[in-house]
């Protein structure tokens, strides 16, 4: 829609019947709207703000940050990068991958999410449902984040080996390479 409404601007202003600088104009004000979404989705959720890697890495070891592996985090995460890209900002594709990545991990080894007050219960394994083995899921999650950000199974293993979690076992290390 953006270049289409360009190149007819410019077409106009080349044919003299727009004024000049109308397409630079038009072009400025998708710009100016595409900023202003992404703003208003990390307005909407300010830990979809960033990266997301340092967020993913201190969750992994322990720290409790509030809102970090939500459903909401994850639709104003990529709405965010949707429209960051779309305005030609600067937008890496390795940290929205991770912290994706481990959103979606996160979710499904809990099988339940607070936005809907759904409770999936898909898992029927409870064990599932414990701190522990939703950190090895998100550190699965993170893996799977780099390997399809870089195409990199073996990549997305060594990010969550020396990135992520800060216990390491071998059950962990299967998981992690079956997920990426």
Avoid at 124 to 131: E, G, I, L, S, T
Wanted: with cysteine.
């Amino acid at each position: 829609v953006k270049w289409s409404d360009v190149n007819a601007a410019l077409a106009a202003e080349a044919a003299g019947a727009a004024w000049t600088g109308k397409a630079y104009f038009l072009y400025l004000f998708y710009q100016t709207f595409y900023v202003c979404v992404a703003s208003l989705m990390v307005y909407l959720e300010p830990v979809s703000a960033g990266s997301g890697i340092p967020e993913v890495k201190c969750f992994l070891n322990g720290i409790a940050l509030p809102r970090i592996v939500r459903l909401k985090t994850l639709f104003c995460k990529v709405f965010g990068v949707t429209f960051s890209v779309a305005a030609g900002l600067p937008v890496g594709k390795e940290g929205p991958m991770v912290h994706s990545g481990a959103v979606v991990a996160s979710s499904i080894s809990q099988g339940k999410t607070s936005v809907c007050n759904v409770d999936t219960s898909f898992t029927k394994v409870p064990a599932f449902r414990n701190d522990k083995e939703k950190r090895d899921f998100v550190a699965c999650g993170a893996a799977a984040g780099v390997c399809s950000a870089f195409s990199a199974p073996i990549g997305g293993v060594l990010f969550a080996l020396e990135e992520g979690a800060s216990y390491w076992s071998t059950k962990l290390t299967w998981r992690v390479f079956f997920c990426s």
